[in-house]
């Protein structure tokens, strides 16, 4: 049977009460506080101290503080009065105090289930946002990649035709020049040949005929006695350039994609190739070395390998860049703090390993894992100094 305190104190003002309970050598941390707009209890075994309050208060601007042997309860009024008293005028049997304590309670569980619920749904959307902006920003990147590739493609296109029309109209000159010199060159010929012969020696015009000619098949319009080897071929390397350009798959832009490389590697990890990660992390970090996710994951895989000391080296550098600490960056922090602090216990210092650990529960105050952990490496700790 719980001793009822009676020897509590209390003040107001017109919009606060402020009330005062003893905790008669208790510890502070035994204090079970629970409260109410209407109703205050504060269980301390074998003491119990409760009140149904003269008028409602306003829980969320109200406050408790526990120390110096006594219980300091601040409640916010909801209407600026002078109570007068404490307690409500209103009284009621053991039956009908035990009725209002449970709807009391069952009032406090719904309050505290519907706050659970906003907090889900509001961490929900978070993640959807981020994952939205994630995805909107690879596709940016893609985009951005593919525009390049295309502009590649036209400017080479363009170079290779105006290098192909300026080689047709240099043949077009050549062959207009050799033509007209060899009709010249005949002219004069049949000249010389006929100035000084009478009209009755010279013979009578040939009959007219057909002559079929077939030549040998060539990539270029011009003859192969007109054509220019080391220009030729010049032009189709650059021809074969521009289709392996225009033939360029999905593969080669992964390759310098450091958002598309850290998806690869990560396949890699769940397959639990450690090294061929490792490999295709480096790879993005030599393209894009301010990615603080491609460290922390690399970070991951060495701690796989047991390679402790990389693993170190690569989250503190993570670390370095998710700077500075807000609260978009708390949960990937919190985790390279994890990798960081196994590492350094792995290789005995646990007195780093509990600091880091100290420091991702501070980030992440919820997570059941990580207090049990911190109770290991305190253990642990408590065992290396004995």
């Given at each position: 049977?719980?001793?009822?305190?009676?020897?509590?104190?209390?003040?107001?003002?017109?919009?606060?009460?402020?009330?005062?309970?003893?905790?008669?050598?208790?510890?502070?941390?035994?204090?079970?506080?629970?409260?109410?707009?209407?109703?205050?209890?504060?269980?301390?075994?074998?003491?119990?101290?409760?009140?149904?309050?003269?008028?409602?208060?306003?829980?969320?601007?109200?406050?408790?503080?526990?120390?110096?042997?006594?219980?300091?309860?601040?409640?916010?009024?909801?209407?600026?009065?002078?109570?007068?008293?404490?307690?409500?005028?209103i009284k009621v049997d053991?039956?009908?105090?035990?009725?209002?304590?449970?709807?009391?309670?069952?009032?406090?569980?719904?309050?505290?289930?519907?706050?659970?619920?906003?907090?889900?749904?509001?961490?929900?959307?978070?993640?959807?946002?981020?994952?939205?902006?994630?995805?909107?920003?690879?596709?940016?990147?893609?985009?951005?990649?593919?525009?390049?590739?295309?502009?590649?493609?036209?400017?080479?296109?363009?170079?290779?035709?105006?290098?192909?029309?300026?080689?047709?109209?240099?043949?077009?000159?050549?062959?207009?020049?050799?033509?007209?010199?060899?009709?010249?060159?005949?002219?004069?010929?049949?000249?010389?040949?006929?100035?000084?012969?009478?009209?009755?020696?010279?013979?009578?015009?040939?009959?007219?005929?057909?002559?079929?000619?077939?030549f040998t098949p060539r990539?270029?319009?011009?003859?192969?006695?007109?054509?220019?080897?080391?220009?030729?071929?010049?032009?189709?390397?650059?021809?074969?350039?521009?289709?392996?350009?225009?033939?360029?798959?999905?593969?080669?832009?992964?390759?310098?994609?450091?958002?598309?490389?850290?998806?690869?590697?990560?396949?890699?990890?769940?397959?639990?190739?450690?090294?061929?990660?490792?490999?295709?992390?480096?790879?993005?970090?030599?393209?894009?070395?301010?990615?603080?996710?491609?460290?922390?994951?690399?970070?991951?895989?060495?701690?796989?390998?047991?390679?402790?000391?990389?693993?170190?080296?690569?989250?503190?550098?993570?670390?370095?860049?998710?700077?500075?600490?807000?609260?978009?960056?708390?949960?990937?922090?919190?985790?390279?703090?994890?990798?960081?602090?196994?590492?350094?216990?792995?290789?005995?210092?646990?007195?780093?390993?509990?600091?880091?650990?100290?420091?991702?529960?501070?980030?992440?105050?919820?997570?059941?894992?990580?207090?049990t952990d911190i109770v290991?490496?305190?253990?642990?700790?408590?065992?290396?100094?004995?």
């Open positions: 049977m719980p001793v009822l305190v009676r020897d509590y104190t209390w003040s107001e003002t017109i919009n606060e009460v402020v009330i005062t309970v003893p905790l008669k050598g208790a510890k502070p941390s035994k204090a079970d506080i629970f409260s109410t707009e209407d109703y205050v209890k504060i269980n301390y075994a074998p003491y119990l101290f409760e009140v149904f309050l003269f008028a409602p208060v306003v829980e969320e601007k109200s406050s408790a503080r526990v120390g110096s042997g006594v219980v300091e309860l601040r409640l916010c009024k909801r209407k600026e009065l002078i109570w007068g008293q404490l307690e409500s005028n053991k039956e009908e105090m035990r009725r209002k304590r449970e709807e009391a309670v069952k009032v406090a569980q719904e309050k505290a289930e519907q706050e659970q619920v906003e907090r889900a749904t509001k961490k929900r959307e978070a993640e959807t946002f981020s994952i939205k902006q994630q995805m909107k920003l690879e596709e940016e990147s893609r985009g951005e990649i593919e525009r390049e590739k295309q502009d590649e493609r036209d400017k080479a296109m363009e170079e290779l035709e105006a290098w192909k029309q300026h080689k047709q109209k240099e043949t077009k000159e050549q062959k207009s020049d050799l033509q007209q010199k060899q009709n010249s060159k005949l002219s004069h010929n049949m000249w010389q040949d006929n100035k000084d012969v009478p009209d009755c020696q010279r013979p009578a015009p040939r009959s007219g005929g057909k002559i079929t000619v077939s990539y270029f319009p011009t003859a192969a006695r007109e054509s220019t080897e080391k220009e030729e071929q010049e032009w189709l390397a650059k021809m074969a350039a521009a289709r392996k350009i225009q033939a360029a798959s999905s593969d080669d832009i992964n390759q310098n994609n450091p958002v598309l490389l850290k998806d690869k590697a990560c396949g890699f990890f769940k397959a639990g190739d450690y090294d061929a990660a490792i490999n295709v992390f480096s790879q993005a970090i030599s393209l894009n070395p301010m990615l603080p996710v491609l460290y922390s994951n690399r970070a991951a895989c060495y701690l796989k390998l047991n390679d402790n000391e990389h693993c170190i080296q690569d989250a503190s550098r993570a670390l370095e860049l998710l700077y500075p600490v807000v609260p978009s960056n708390h949960i990937q922090r919190a985790k390279v703090f994890v990798r960081r602090g196994t590492a350094y216990a792995n290789i005995g210092c646990h007195e780093l390993g509990l600091q880091d650990y100290e420091a991702a529960m501070k980030l992440d105050p919820s997570n059941e894992q990580l207090k290991q490496i305190r253990t642990l700790l408590s065992c290396k100094n004995l």
